[in-house]
């Protein structure tokens, strides 16, 4: 099971920016869709962006046209570059490898205030 470990998470006040990372333990040529989720207290884990091997990448809604996703194929690592950020956007991010057997990193944290 491939291991993930995200990093860049942070403080930041609104309509400032952040990058996110996550590093995957092998080549993600084998890993055929990888995906940002987020969770904020008190609410269900859901959907920011996934970036499929092959194809479109699609976002939440809410993230359209403020996040970019991307994938880094040298170096087995997915990134969200987060502009724009608003308070509903705080919550602890994770990156997963979606397949049979899906595999999740430990999150970071991005807290979005003034």
């Known amino acids: 099971q491939v291991q993930l470990e995200e990093s860049g998470g942070g403080w930041v006040q609104p309509g400032g920016s952040l990058r996110l990372s996550c590093a995957a333990s092998e080549s993600l040529f084998s890993l055929d869709v990888m995906a940002w989720y987020r969770q904020a207290p008190e609410k269900q884990r859901e959907l920011v962006a996934r970036?499929?091997?092959?194809?479109?990448?699609t976002y939440a809604d809410s993230v359209v046209g403020r996040f970019t996703a991307s994938r880094d194929n040298a170096k087995n690592t997915i990134n969200l570059q987060m502009n724009s950020l608003k308070p509903e956007d705080t919550a602890v991010y994770y990156c997963?490898?979606?397949?049979?057997?899906?595999?999740w990193g430990q999150g970071t944290q991005v807290t979005v205030s003034s």
């Open positions: 970036l499929p091997r092959w194809g479109s990448r």
């Open positions: 997963k490898a979606e397949g049979p057997t899906p595999s």
